[in-house]
């Protein structure tokens, strides 16, 4: 019996890539499945501590579904730290404007709010269409 517990070095991690299809997904339950995969929770070898996680690609956030009710009343602020400088703007005119970087703020609040967190980002690629530069890494999709 061996009563040491196996941790994962950073050389022993395996990248893989993933690709997923947002059309009529909801955006928080799409985040949640991406926000797991990105921090390597769906993986045996998962630490706290490392990013163990795999590479996402999100294609077709334009068509990704939220309800009509919180499309006017979620709103993402921001203040540019001088007076009068906070700026509002709902999530149904981010969505027109940019659907991507909607996808973005929801995924990245489900990631720590850490060095960690931020490196784990990184590896989260989101397009509003169907096609992405990425077919070289021979992404699988994502259950």
Request: no cysteine.
């Given at each position: 019996m061996n009563a040491k517990t196996y941790s994962v070095s950073e050389s022993e991690i395996e990248r893989r890539w993933f690709v997923v299809?947002?059309?009529d997904e909801t955006l928080g339950r799409l985040a949640t499945r991406v926000a797991r995969v990105l921090e390597g929770k769906h993986k045996p070898t998962w630490t706290p501590n490392l990013d163990t996680g795999d590479h996402v690609i999100v294609l077709n956030a334009a068509k990704i579904t939220v309800s009509s009710d919180k499309r006017e009343t979620?709103?993402?602020m921001r203040h540019s730290g001088f007076p009068q400088g906070l700026k509002g703007e709902s999530l149904g005119h981010l969505?027109?404007?940019?659907?991507?970087?909607a996808v973005r703020r929801a995924v990245k609040g489900m990631l720590p709010h850490t060095r960690l967190g931020t490196q784990q980002l990184r590896k989260l690629k989101i397009y509003a269409g169907a096609d992405h530069p990425h077919q070289a890494q021979r992404p699988e999709p994502l259950a």
């Open positions: 299809d947002a059309t979620k709103a993402y969505m027109e404007r940019r659907p991507e970087e």
